[in-house]
């Protein structure tokens, strides 16, 4: 019989180029708030090793991650106790959409389900704010990603409280308490899921303002890049600061054991790839999976099926 233990080891181990324990590196402790200004969106291993060095180690810790969590996506389905949630947030340009493409890239794509959250929809707005992510979340065997998710409820709704109107909640203020209140119900949220079978992890991907400027000038310069540039991304650079204070009041008040936070540094693309590969498969592997036992007669069958097909 197979278990767990077969799976390939973390990549990352016994390595020499400081990525190694990425998963605690970046992880935001539970109660402890989180202070943006410690963490650099730069970061990128050790200085002293060569870039190009650390760029190929970061390229085989992907390589590595991606063959595991094929093999955990398996168990997964198989073992059909677990799902996994996956939440990426992030300001624009920072690289959602290629770490779920470049990490979930060995993954069979029928034990994933990635959902991109807009701005609501009219009926989205006639519901609470957790409703329409309540819908999509993963059953079990299946990993859900969210890209975006109910926390822009306490980032763009913050930053741009005129937002508020249009979800029509009773009574409901702008204000401390209202930010307080949307934590507690996510807190709570999180943890329900956590309690019936969701294991939850949670990356921001931490790109700085000087990058996300490269990223949109290199969009404007290259035709090819036109469909991923929209002005209106620029103007919402305007709201940096308040963005940011935002993330660190959400991100603090909601990293917790069961569903627990990531600051990825998102300046270098092949950083942020390996970190998050890094923590879904520890986080997967954490869950101690193992595949369905097989009884006495269940194996009696199967060598009976053998004769059979045999001797056909
Ligand atoms: P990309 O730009 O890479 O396609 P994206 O996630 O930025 O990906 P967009 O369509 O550009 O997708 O933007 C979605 C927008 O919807 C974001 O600006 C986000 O803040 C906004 N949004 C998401 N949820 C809400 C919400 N609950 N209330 C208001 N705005 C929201
Ligand atoms: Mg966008």
């Not at 278990?3 to 400081?18: K, N, R, W």
């Not at 490269?214 to 002005?231: Q, T, V």
């Amino acid at each position: 019989m197979t278990t767990s233990s077969t799976l390939p080891g973390l990549a990352g181990d016994g390595v020499s180029l400081d990525f190694a324990k990425l998963e605690k590196r970046f992880r935001v402790p539970a109660g402890k708030p989180l202070r943006l200004a410690d963490h650099d969106p730069g970061w990128a291993g050790n200085g002293d090793i060569p870039e190009k060095e650390r760029k190929e180690e970061a390229r085989g810790l992907l390589a590595t991650h991606v063959e595991a969590l094929s093999q955990m996506q398996e168990l997964l389905w198989a073992s059909d106790t677990w799902s996994v949630l996956v939440i990426f947030q992030a300001m624009d340009a920072a690289g959602k959409d290629g770490a779920i493409k470049h990490v979930m890239s060995g993954v069979n794509p029928q034990g994933v389900e990635v959902t991109s959250f807009k701005q609501p929809s009219a009926e989205e707005l006639d519901h609470t704010f957790l409703w329409r992510c309540m819908k999509r979340v993963p059953s079990r065997g299946q990993i859900g990603i969210f890209n975006r998710s109910y926390y822009e409820d306490v980032l763009v709704v913050r930053v741009h409280q005129h937002l508020l109107e249009a979800q029509r909640v009773p009574d409901v203020k702008p204000g401390r308490k209202l930010w307080e209140s949307r934590y507690d119900d996510i807190v709570a949220f999180e943890r329900h899921l956590a309690r019936n079978g969701t294991a939850i992890v949670k990356f921001f991907l931490n790109v700085s303002r000087e990058e996300q400027k490269r990223r949109f000038l290199s969009r404007i310069d290259e035709p090819s890049k036109h469909w991923k540039f929209s002005p209106s991304d620029v103007a919402e650079r305007q709201h940096w600061d308040d963005y940011m204070n935002a993330y660190e009041e959400a991100i603090s008040a909601t990293s917790t054991d069961h569903a627990p936070w990531y600051v990825v540094p998102a300046d270098k693309k092949w950083v942020s790839r390996a970190v998050v590969s890094a923590v879904l498969t520890e986080t997967i592997r954490g869950l101690g999976l193992t595949w369905p036992k097989i009884s006495a007669e269940q194996r009696q069958q199967i060598e009976e099926a053998r004769r059979h097909l045999e001797a056909e």
